[in-house]
């Protein structure tokens, strides 16, 4: 079985700072793993997916994560936080039927 | 590349009716899920479509609920007798095939129940 931990419900970070969020994974096969943006009463829009190729992978809006294996941690950074930043966002691991099993989310707040 | 597309975008209806929401993909997808997700939480899985063929339900589907996608195209979602718990964001993707694939997702339909 497949499952994705989200490290905070909540991140507080100034605008201009760095923006660490935190995801683990478990899965018994190398995952896919990807993460989403969630803008209030909207659907989910695709950051950036690790599909086992380069280990660091570059997302959009300046986002990027690093997959360690060794770790089993797939964390989203993003070196200088925007306003627009603030939203919910979203790890997830899919199975190879593209079934996705999310984390609880972690709630990002820009603080000017 | 238009999206993927759910109606309504709000429903709000009384316990113990039955609500249907519509669900069209991106035109090339061939694959199609749906989840649910409740406040604070992240989207739940609860079923997909391979084309035409419902290929596997959650077990949060319960027997009030069921979806087809004729055609292989747009999809439908219908929940008889809601009950209060059946208040969520229902969200509907697509994607182009296997698991490596991103899903695309719609605004959701959030159902409310008085």
């Known amino acids: 079985a497949q499952s994705v931990t989200q490290l905070g419900s909540h991140v507080s970070v100034s605008e201009g700072a760095l923006v660490l969020l935190r995801c683990n994974y478990s899965?018994?096969?190398?995952?896919?793993l990807f993460w989403y943006v969630q803008y209030p009463n909207q659907g989910l829009q695709l950051l950036l997916k690790?599909?086992?190729?380069?280990?660091l992978v570059k997302g959009i809006n300046g986002f990027e994560a690093e997959f360690k294996k060794s770790e089993t941690s797939f964390h989203l950074t993003k070196p200088s936080a925007h306003m627009s930043d603030a939203a919910e966002y979203f790890c997830?691991?899919?199975?190879?039927?593209?079934?996705?099993?999310f984390g609880a989310g972690t709630q990002v707040v820009v603080t000017p | 590349d238009t999206g993927v597309s759910q109606n309504p975008r709000h429903k709000i209806t009384k316990r113990g009716q039955n609500v249907t929401f519509r669900c069209d993909p991106i035109s090339e997808h061939n694959r199609l899920y749906w989840y649910r997700q409740t406040l604070g939480q992240g989207p739940e899985f609860l079923t997909y479509f391979q084309n035409e063929a419902q290929l596997e339900k959650s077990r949060l589907l319960s027997d009030r609920f069921s979806a087809e996608r004729p055609k292989g195209s747009f999809s439908t979602l219908e929940i008889q007798r809601t009950e209060q718990g059946d208040s969520a964001m229902y969200l509907c993707?697509?994607?182009?095939?296997?698991?490596?694939?991103?899903?695309?997702f719609g605004d959701g339909t959030r159902l409310s129940i008085l």
């Open positions: 899965s018994s096969v190398p995952p896919y």
């Open positions: 690790y599909t086992s190729a380069a280990t």
């Open positions: 993707a697509s994607s182009a095939g296997q698991g490596s694939q991103p899903q695309h």
């Open positions: 997830a691991v899919s199975d190879s039927w593209g079934k996705l099993q």
